[in-house]
């Protein structure tokens, strides 16, 4: 079992940052892969972020791409998300999640979730 609980989230206004934590417990977490997913008012759950085990490769969705950044501190069992320039768009619940395929941009590919963390962008 993995446990994953999310911070970092909160309001801010259009064009400013934010820094969502994910952190492990658990199994070894440096065996999977980290993902970052969102799920906007009413609307299905997407993909956003996800990085290889060893933190070696990267993937975006095309909307985040050159303004958000996925990381990992293996030493620390957390996985980061830098987002820049955020936009109204981004306001959704985030969630990270861990599973054993690279590249995974969808959630069934994904073992354990964490609960969540609100991000909120204003106009």
């Known amino acids: 079992q993995v446990q994953l609980v999310e911070s970092g989230g909160g309001l801010v206004q259009a064009g400013g940052s934010l820094r969502l934590s994910c952190a492990a417990s658990?199994?070894?977490?440096?065996?999977?892969?980290m993902g970052w997913f969102r799920r906007h008012p009413g609307k299905e759950r997407e993909f956003v972020a996800c990085?290889?085990?060893?933190?070696?490769?990267?993937y975006y969705t095309d909307s985040v791409r050159g303004r958000f950044t996925i990381s990992r501190d293996n030493a620390k069992n957390t996985v980061y998300l830098q987002m820049n320039s955020l936009k109204p768009e981004d306001t959704a619940a985030h969630y990270c999640?861990?599973?054993?395929?690279?590249?995974?941009?969808?959630?069934?590919?994904?073992?354990?979730w964490g609960q969540g963390t609100q991000v909120t962008v204003s106009s």
């Open positions: 999640a861990a599973g054993r395929v690279y590249i995974a941009t969808t959630g069934d590919l994904y073992d354990y």
């Open positions: 658990g199994r070894t977490s440096s065996n999977y892969v």
């Open positions: 990085i290889s085990s060893y933190g070696g490769s990267t």
